[in-house]
């Protein structure tokens, strides 16, 4: 990360945009996809169904139909599928860029471009919530992105609670590159002891996952330690809703 993508982030975190405190009087969760692999939905899917868990996919729609770097992305009708078994479709912009590298112009366009591809696979789709591609953020693409969503994640490791920040709500990592059972459990029992929204992301769900994806066993696990924490799952947009409108 450069010194100037390290201000930027630094800048972002201190720009409270959205603070609301959260009126939660149970802990909850919600599972995150990014870009998002076919896999999230084909390998991970069938694992929320046995649980009765939903998710939030978050469709960057230049990734539609593709594979890249031998990576099979989604395609219109897995996103009608996911909608239609009432799951989230979230927006990670069109192009998958980085935000700050881009004029608010730019970015604007794209965020537009993304609703109008996700309009053109689902009818009336209103998007609620958004994730930062890569994470990277600045405090104009934090202001950027709030206007145009009620509710953006980033990256930054942490569970939600008390005064919680709605243009970047914190979030985990189901990342094999970084993964702890022991990390995800102590995350799992911070919220549960704080009443507080723990959201986690990952990408692809394989046997053999790039370093930014999970292995099947370890999505298991995470619903695992939330359910046996009495945790209730939700996607984001309902996780919204029941923080800020409870
Ligand atoms: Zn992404």
Redesign the pocket.
Known sequence: MSVFDRINRAAAKRLPLKWVRARLDAPIASFSF??FPRSAWSAGGPILARRGALATY?A?GDFCGRTVDGIDYFDAADLVAIRDAGHEIGC?SFS?EHGPALESHVLRDNLERNAAFLADCLGDHRTASF?Y??GDISPRTKVLAGRHFPVGRGIRAGVNQGLIDLAELKAVPLELRSWSAAEVERWVGEAAANKGWIVFFS?DVSETPTPYGCTPAMLEHALGCVEAAGVEILTVKSGLARAVFA
């Open positions: 990014d870009d978050y960057a990670h998958h994730a591609p890569y990408h």
